[in-house]
């Protein structure tokens, strides 16, 4: 009896690296995750490329801030439009053709740069033209994870997909800090143009059975507030997407400020950039991976509170640091943090709303998290030009904690509706039992401090 019993235990041991990955077992997760990660790749060269561009040719943090407000702005106006699109149309369409936008536009931006007729206008006017194809791309994307993936995988495969957002962040960086000092940021925008042939071939390879659409009785405008209203009268949504706007508006735009503390702070240049923005993603990496591990949800809400008050925290001591290493040390609670937040509020909206609102809340999701941050990019970049870098940063590290202390004061009393609506997510979509025991129970719990 024994015997088996340790036969057992090695046996789950030996499973449990498969465990982190379970998502990976769909065929068209398993697509959707290769092509996405070496498109990922691409498009965070891109980024950390295009900033480099702005601050080289202008040498504005105001300028710096105008190109992320218009590249993110877009996210807050159309995404409503986005999510009513990902809940009347097939989701796997729409991200296709947003996938094929986004590549072209990295092509145009690459032609220009590289036959030297770059102009901040014409990165301004790509960048809003990106946003807008990201309006549409990422409810729907997000909206679409649940038609790969179901029941308790569904856990493992939102983490997995923010894993593969910043393993993607880790090695993007990197080497577009070397392409941009050693043959110019045209070649980073290149290749991001080439890596969006791996997503859409993925895409097109699938095997999707999309949900059937039932005939829409409402308006697109009733449709629009309709999800508006389920979240702002679910209270466990509401707090965790007020979150998530705050953090996004006060502490996020510090990445936008990164190419200042490469080069006149932190006197790194351009290769100090891409190693700094890689050390946020080796920390963003980590927490999504901490993420996956998890088998149930239970206790993701003080998981939240704890990422932002960490995020925060580490955000005020970065500002003060003057040291390259040192900084770059700091990056990796500030981008764990950040992550394991953004990570788990997408994971616990994602079981507590219904399927034929899911397109709808995503994209609520998406003005909050990408949405907010165009208006942070600009605030940013207008008070680092009077106060600087460093306080800019460091009060958007204190609006984090005020906020973390606020939900954490607030989340308690409403447990029980997240712990109903999570049921009820449950029975609708057919779990059994013991699958509802793993994730949608995991709620309950026999101490009083963890209800």
Known sequence: MLESQAQIARAEKRLELPVMFRA?????YRLFFSGQMISLIGTWMQSVAQSWLVYRLTGSSVLLGL?????????????????????RY???????????????????????TLLGRIQVWH???????????????????????????????????????????????????????????SIGEGWCFFANGLSYLAVIAG??????????????????????????????????IRALLLLLGLVSLTGMPYAVLMPIFADRILHGGARGLGLLMGASGVGALAGTLTLAARRGIRGLGRWVSFASAGFGTSLILFALSRRFWLSALLLLPVGFSMMLQM????????????????????????????????????????????????????????????????????????????????????????????????????????KPEER
């Open 24 to 28: 990976l077992r769909h065929r068209n």
């Open 67 to 87: 190109v992320g407000f218009v590249g993110q702005i877009p996210s807050f106006v159309l995404a409503p439009l986005g999510g009513l699109a990902a809940d």
């Open 90 to 112: 097939s989701r796997h369409r729409i991200v296709i053709a947003t996938q094929t936008s986004m590549m072209l536009l990295a092509f145009i931006l690459a032609a220009l």
């Open 123 to 181: 990165i301004v006017l790509l960048a809003g033209l990106l946003g807008t194809a990201n309006a549409f791309d990422i409810p729907a994307r997000q909206a679409f994870i649940v038609e790969m993936v179901k029941g308790q995988d569904l856990v493992n495969a939102i983490a997995l997909n923010s894993s593969m957002v910043n393993g993607a962040r880790i090695i993007g960086p990197a080497i577009a800090g070397i392409l941009v000092a």
């Open 203 to 236: 895409l097109l390879l699938m095997e999707i059975d999309p949900p059937p659409r039932g005939q829409q009785a409402t308006s697109a405008l009733e449709s629009i507030a309709e999800g508006f209203q389920f979240v702002v009268h679910t209270g466990p």
């Open 343 to 446: 990570a788990s509020s997408n994971t616990l909206i994602q079981h507590m709303v219904p399927d034929e609102l899911r397109g709808r809340v995503m994209s609520v999701y998406t003005m909050m998290f990408m949405g907010m941050a165009p208006f942070g990019a600009l605030l940013a970049g207008a008070v680092a030009g009077r106060i600087g870098a460093p306080l800019t940063v460091a009060l958007g590290g204190l609006a984090s904690l005020a906020g973390a202390a606020l939900f954490a004061s607030s989340w308690p009393a409403l447990r029980v509706e997240a712990r109903q609506l999570v049921i009820a997510h449950a029975m609708a979509g057919g779990d059994p039992p013991e699958e509802m025991t793993g994730s949608a129970f995991a709620f309950q719990s026999s």
